[in-house]
């Protein structure tokens, strides 16, 4: 059995795992690493920056959603109650690809609540329940923030060329935001369940 004696004199076997290790960071945000893409540096930066906008404000508003999926009360609960959830896993699914096109333009994709609550731009919930008119409308906000992270970054890597992330930010996420939003904003039509003016 091969053994090391590692400093300060302690003797392991190579089947021991190397506990308690904290080393220097191997890139830092800042840092993006070459790769053969054929993305110019500059271009590959300006995508990352946004794209980790996009991605803070996509956990927020992932866990805006689930708050709202176990706080909703009321006649609407059931309906309103697994729409919510869906509509969590629907953002959750973005938020994977988000953090991976990141890695793959060299970047480094924030990923701790610390540095999402640093960067999101989405108001911040009370921490008690809302009433669902407010939930409703709080959320529909929330889209408008990504909405508008999308659209800037969809301008941005158009220009830039930068035609995957670009494909991305269109095809897999802005539509989804849209009919989001469309879902959402339903619900807060003020209409009759049956006939109007006293009409059966």
């Known amino acids: 059995m091969t053994t090391r004696t590692h400093t300060g004199g302690k003797t392991t076997f190579e089947g021991q795992p190397r506990l308690k290790q ?12 070459q790769l053969p893409i054929e ?4 271009a590959r930066k300006q995508s990352i920056e946004m794209l ?10 992932y866990h805006l959603y689930k708050k709202h999926h176990w706080q909703v009360a009321g006649p609407t609960f059931y309906q309103l109650h697994l729409l919510f959830d869906k509509h969590a896993e629907e ?7 988000i953090g991976e096109r990141i890695q793959m333009l060299g970047g480094v994709a924030l990923g701790m609540p610390f540095d999402v609550v640093e960067r999101t731009r989405i108001e911040r919930p009370p921490s008690g329940a809302e009433s669902v008119p ?7 906000e ?8 999308l659209r800037q970054g969809i301008q ?3 220009q830039s060329k930068d035609y995957g992330t670009n494909d991305m930010l269109m095809s897999d996420i802005l539509r989804m935001h849209e009919m989001h939003v469309w879902f959402i904003s339903q619900h807060l039509v003020d209409t009759p369940l049956v006939g109007e003016d006293g009409m059966a």
Do not use: C, F, G, W
Request: proline fraction near 4%.
């Open 22 to 33: 904290r080393m220097y960071e191997i890139q830092t945000p800042q840092q993006v690493r």
């Open 142 to 149: 929330a889209h408008r923030t990504v909405i508008k992270d």
């Open 52 to 61: 980790n906008q996009v991605l803070a404000d996509s956990i927020t508003l």
């Open 134 to 140: 407010s939930m409703l409308a709080r959320l529909l």
């Open 91 to 97: 953002i959750l699914q973005t938020v994977d690809l």
């Open 156 to 158: 941005l890597t158009e």
């Open 39 to 42: 993305l110019p540096e500059e």
